[in-house]
């Protein structure tokens, strides 16, 4: 079985702090995304990436920044925390190509910026 | 983007029973994907059905089916013979081809599903 894990599932943090979001899979995906889930909002693409060192800006990727140095990695990184960046933050990995189109996702981070 | 619409916020069924929630999608392509997936009170986000475009026969699995009319943009999912598990939010996603938009997902805004004794 395919396994997204996150580094936190609950996380708080002040006004202005750097924070970073870790997500780790197991099983070679080439792609990796960060979502951001709001209530009557659904999901949000923040970015994704295709392949190690490379990242592409989904649709709303301001305000955070990723990084991708290895291929099993995807971290998410709030450089200023905003109070508006209290969400829900999911990330989801995937086969490139082929029949396999499945996004397989974490258990998601709930975090509240004060 | 492409739109996709989740036109019920809530929905309701009795255990056993059959419910329908509706999607509908825009896009200008032939070519794309279109998926459903659950997320229970528990967070992690899987897979129900998915659905390629190029494939006329709606895809089936066990309890759960899909009604994919192409033309009317319209991918709409039955659970049958309902159960207390199925109570989740349910989103309706939309992957168009990869040289437009690479491999994200365009999700509805979901539905919630309760499922009553």
């Known amino acids: 079985d395919v396994k997204v894990t996150q580094s936190s599932r609950y996380l708080v943090k002040r006004t202005g702090e750097k924070v970073f979001l870790e997500c780790v899979q197991d099983?070679?995906?080439?792609?990796m995304f960060w979502y951001r889930q709001d209530p009557g909002l659904g999901l949000r693409l923040i970015y994704f990436?295709?392949?190690?060192?490379?990242?592409e800006k989904g649709d709303i990727p301001e305000g955070y920044s990723v990084s991708r140095e290895k291929k099993e990695r995807f971290s998410l990184i709030l450089e200023s925390a905003s109070t508006n960046q209290t969400s829900m933050y999911l990330c989801a990995s995937s086969l490139a190509g082929g029949l396999t189109e499945t996004q397989y996702f974490g258990p998601g981070t709930r975090l509240l910026v004060l | 983007a492409q739109t996709v619409t989740q036109s019920q916020p809530e929905m309701s069924v009795q255990e056993a029973e059959t419910v329908t929630l509706s999607c509908t999608y825009d896009?200008?392509?032939?070519?794309?994907?279109l998926f459903w997936y659950k997320q229970p009170p528990s967070r992690q986000m899987i897979l129900v059905i998915r659905q390629e475009a190029y494939k006329q026969q709606n895809a089936t699995e066990n309890r759960f089916s899909v009604n994919f009319q192409k033309a009317a943009k319209s991918f709409s999912l039955k659970i049958s013979d309902s159960q207390l598990g199925d109570a989740a939010m349910y989103f309706c996603?939309?992957?168009?081809?990869?040289?437009?938009?690479?491999?994200?997902?365009?999700f509805g805004k979901g539905t919630s599903l309760l499922v009553t004794p």
């Open positions: 099983m070679d995906h080439e792609n």
């Open positions: 990436s295709y392949d190690v060192k490379m990242k």
């Open positions: 996603a939309y992957r168009g081809p990869v040289s437009n938009s690479g491999y994200a997902l365009n």
């Open positions: 896009t200008s392509e032939s070519d794309y994907y």
